[in-house]
């Protein structure tokens, strides 16, 4: 199958999916996810109608902007883990970052924005394991992070990000993305986005509310081996 095939299958599922949840598809923001594929593909998708890619990695970002043609209406979404000092990077490549979990972090988004800078877009990314280094706020200084971002005056909380547990069926880890949600819209009523669902469990994702995908695999074929 080619890319175009692939991203057609992809978003019936995706149709599928909503419909089944008694949701519209049209409610849902397809992230394709381009991590080590080249600059080319971003082109390509972009001429098969793609207006949304996710990065991982705050210097492939960077260098993959860099390289493609001018794309008007393309969103970058930054969706890997960040280090503080990589913030000025990030915001200058990208307009959604989903993976703010710790106060420096927005801090060092904050500060990168600059005066008149359009605001940027954060996801609190929250970690569904009980392991720490899994990347994302623990649900318990959720909350803390929540309320920190909305005080940053060039940030702009859009909602909530995780990714699903390897040692746990994603369903119900979904649902307590969803219960997680639901308090940062309680802090932040504009905060209704849910980032979640992956290659392998969109559809589960899609079942708990979730807004935004971002789909890798699936759509790119495999990933390219790095050295
Ligand atoms: C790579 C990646 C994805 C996409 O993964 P696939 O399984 O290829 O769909 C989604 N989210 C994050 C955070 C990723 O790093």
Redesign the pocket.
């Known amino acids: 199958m080619d890319l175009a095939s692939r991203l057609a299958e992809v978003d019936a599922r995706i149709a599928d999916a909503a419909r089944a949840a008694g949701r519209d598809p049209a409610e849902l923001t397809r992230i394709v996810?381009t991590?080590f594929h080249p600059a080319s593909l971003v082109e390509q998708l972009y001429d098969l109608g793609v207006r949304d890619v996710?990065e991982?990695r705050q210097q492939e970002l960077t260098d993959k902007r860099g390289r493609v043609r001018d794309l008007p209406g393309l969103t970058w979404h930054f969706?890997?883990q960040a280090q503080t000092n990589k913030a000025k990077a990030i915001r200058a490549a990208a307009s959604v970052v989903?993976?703010v979990d710790r106060h420096r972090l927005a801090d060092a988004l904050d500060a990168a924005g600059g005066d008149g800078a359009p605001s940027l877009d954060i996801l609190v990314q929250i970690n569904l394991t009980d392991d720490p280094k899994r990347g994302g706020v623990a649900p318990s200084d959720l909350r803390s992070l929540a309320e920190h971002v909305i005080g940053c005056p060039t940030l702009r909380l859009r909602g909530v990000m995780a990714?699903a547990p390897l040692e746990e069926p994603p369903a119900p880890a979904f649902e307590r993305l969803r219960e997680y949600a639901d308090l940062v819209r309680e802090l932040e009523p504009s905060a209704t986005w849910i980032s979640a669902g992956?290659?392998?469990d969109f559809a589960e994702a899609i079942a708990a509310g979730a807004t935004h995908l971002?789909?890798?695999?699936?759509i790119?074929g495999p990933?390219p081996v790095h050295g």
């Open positions: 996810v991590k996710g991982n969706i890997g989903h993976s990714v992956m290659t392998g971002r789909i890798g695999t699936a790119t990933r």
